[in-house]
């Protein structure tokens, strides 16, 4: 596999220190999965944090902490962890599979046009999570975004006006940009798709059919 | 790694309870204070926490966990303030770091990574889930769907000693103004429009600083290696 659009270092920054919220991070933590460069540069910005963290000025707390800490660790039951069951294969990685309840050979998908799509929920308000499945050949409507669109391509490819995506690759698109991602004809293509805002259809019928649709 | 914890039955001398590490460890009299004067010159901590993690998780040490926790708790909890701005919330999220850091030892691996590292992303996540009230995806390094990284042993993995010692010594190399920008993406629960309008500076200078510097401490690792 090889990835040419990677996570800048705006978002891996903000991914490192918790500041980028969860629908964002679940498109950066799933090309991590897929992306060993990226894998070391987090590795770095994590190890500057620890690093700086060790630095700061110590800040005294109160007389009784270490008692208090130790009373809970001798009175609260300490649960083992239970191990961690894993697939012996699998086609989407961690931690898609989980927000999922499974592997892409288990999914139900909604149509929606051309494309298909699942809508995944996230704790935070401000992004629309989904998975798009792009019909070999054929492309997703045309749209302008109300604000920032990060795409992560899982299978097959797209390309639009901009460039072309393949698996791994991160697209991270503004509000400025109007495009119209077609899957390539070899098969189809499926992204993991975030928005800030909702989609701004430049057809009257999409944009009438948009609330049902949920995006 | 089996932590087992059980309570007593008021036998034991220190009143409330004991543990059952591998090796017995004596409760230390709450009086007695760990000393915590082995600091490097630059007032940061030795490097050696890796090797007391690794020994905490072989036997539920309680002792050397007292040592840890007074060593490194007040960064901790330094940290977590800066991110609530809230004294209690703090001192809470601290003292749920330390248990998780006492629960996990068994899993910290030093081939990958920092455990000042380690630490900062427990502590980190722990934030997130509490305080921003969100879950944190992270990508599982033992997923069979996770493409492997072609050359694992390039560039080869210092020993922690070594490789933090050449990360303070690239913090310290950093000019200032560079160190307290990748600061304050770190530790300040703000957006970096937030942090362009505390500066008075725009946007767009704020973020390529920002690159610019983290570039820096990059290069800076690289050529260590």
Excluded at chain 2, 11 to 33: E, L, M, S, V
Aim: hydrophobic share 40%; proline share 7%; aromatic share 6%.
């Amino acid at each position: 596999m090889t990835i040419r659009h990677h996570i800048n270092d705006d978002l891996l920054l903000a991914y490192a220190s918790g500041n980028l919220a969860e629908g964002w991070s679940l498109a950066v933590a799933c090309h991590l999965a897929m992306c060993p460069e990226c894998r070391r540069n987090l590795a770095t910005a994590e190890a500057a944090a620890g690093a700086l963290m060790e630095n700061l000025a110590p800040e005294p707390g109160p007389d009784d902490s270490w008692e208090r800490f130790k009373a809970r660790l001798l009175t609260e039951p300490q649960d083992a962890a239970e191990p961690v069951k894993r697939p012996a294969k699998a086609t989407l990685p961690e931690p898609l599979r989980s927000y999922l309840g499974g592997d892409l050979d288990t999914l139900k998908w909604r149509s929606m046009g051309t494309a298909k799509q699942i809508v995944i929920r996230t704790n935070d308000n401000e992004t629309q999570v989904r998975l798009l499945r792009i019909g070999a050949g054929t492309p997703v409507p045309e749209h302008t975004h109300g604000g920032r669109e990060l795409t992560l391509v899982l299978t097959g490819r797209f390309h639009d006006e901009v460039d072309s995506f393949g698996p791994g690759d991160l697209e991270d698109a503004d509000g400025s940009l109007t495009h119209q991602p077609v899957a390539d004809p070899e098969e189809d293509c499926i992204c993991l798709a975030i928005t800030d805002a909702p989609l701004k259809f430049r057809s009257r019928l999409m944009r009438i059919i948009q609330p049902f649709l949920g995006i | 790694m089996t932590l087992a914890i059980y309570p007593l039955t008021g036998k034991c001398n220190h009143g409330a309870a004991t543990i059952r590490p591998r090796r017995p460890a004596p409760i230390k009299d709450k009086n007695q204070q760990v000393m915590t004067s082995d600091q490097n010159d630059d007032g940061s901590l030795p490097h050696d926490l890796s090797a007391k993690l690794v020994a905490i998780a072989a036997s539920a040490d309680m002792v050397a966990f007292e040592a840890l926790f007074r060593e490194f708790s007040p960064r901790i909890r330094a940290y977590l303030l800066k991110m609530t701005r809230d004294t209690q919330a703090a001192e809470d999220l601290m003292q749920e770091t330390m248990l998780a850091i006492w629960r996990k030892a068994g899993q910290f691996d030093p081939s990958r990574g920092h455990a000042s590292a380690w630490i900062y992303t427990i502590a980190r996540n722990i934030w997130i889930d509490a305080w921003r009230r969100q879950r944190r995806p992270a990508f599982d390094p033992d997923d069979p769907a996770l493409v492997a990284d072609p050359e694992p042993d390039a560039p080869k993995r210092m020993e922690d000693k070594e490789s933090s010692a050449a990360l303070h010594a690239a913090l310290k190399n950093l000019p200032q103004e560079q160190v307290e920008l990748i600061k304050l993406s770190f530790f300040d629960e703000a957006s970096h429009s937030t942090i362009a309008t505390r500066l008075g500076l725009p946007i767009g200078t704020v973020k390529s600083r920002i690159r610019l510097a983290f570039g820096r401490l990059r290069t800076a690792l690289e050529d260590f290696k």
